[in-house]
């Protein structure tokens, strides 16, 4: 049975904030690169930990290789400084929110270039089970905090058939993140808003 943990871990071993989330089903695995971003709440000893990937659109995916590199380097069209005139792809954020030793709550949205889901182009998903480790639960400086994540998801991620096994690293920086609002309304393929910060 997966129980749900979240505790300090001094074996953890220091990762970069570029690094990758595999995609499993218990069957199948997959890596997909990713970019951490943390925001803190130093009054109130919070922090919300932002993993921003993504994987091609599902009209793409049907026409790739399994070795072919567009399956794992979706994100990096976000840190393009003008050369790709449009991004295309499904971007997702997943976003941890810890509250001294505490989960408050895990979120994935998902926008997308296209419309596949169910004819909109964001859905969002939560997630209620985890397995989480982390450095410290002292979050005033975000850039010491970085950890390793477990999680179940309750619908596929998108990668591959009943990919609902996220597993990664995270390494905190000082950047913003972005909330559920701002990435709804993102306006993808508008000048200077194809670049994520």
């Given at each position: ?5 979240f505790k ?41 930990i ?13 026409t ?15 840190r ?10 499904q971007?997702?954020?997943?976003t941890?929110?810890?509250k ?49 994540f477990d ?19 995270f ?27």
């Amino acid at each position: 049975m997966f129980k749900n943990s979240f505790k300090i871990d001094t074996s953890l071993t220091e990762k970069i904030a570029w690094d990758f989330i595999t995609v499993s089903n218990s069957r199948k695995i997959d890596s997909i690169a990713s970019v951490c971003n943390c925001d803190k709440d130093k009054k109130n000893n919070g922090l919300k930990i932002q993993l921003l990937t993504g994987i091609p659109t599902k009209k793409t995916l049907d026409t790739l290789s399994e070795a072919s590199n567009q399956r794992w380097n979706t994100v990096l069209q976000t840190r393009d400084l003008g050369y790709i005139d449009r991004l295309n792809g499904q971007f997702k954020f997943l976003t941890i929110v810890l509250k001294d030793s505490l989960v408050k709550k895990i979120n994935i949205h998902s926008r997308s270039t296209d419309k596949e889901y169910n004819g909109t182009d964001f859905k969002s998903i939560s997630i209620d089970k985890y397995k989480i480790k982390i450095s410290k639960f002292d979050y005033s400086i975000a850039s010491d905090i970085y950890g390793e994540f477990d999680l179940r998801l309750k619908k596929e991620f998108g990668l591959f058939e009943n990919d609902t096994i996220l597993k990664g690293s995270f390494k905190c920086n000082n950047w913003i993140i972005w909330d559920k609002e701002k990435i709804k309304n993102w306006k993808i393929n508008a000048k200077r808003q194809n670049y994520i910060e």
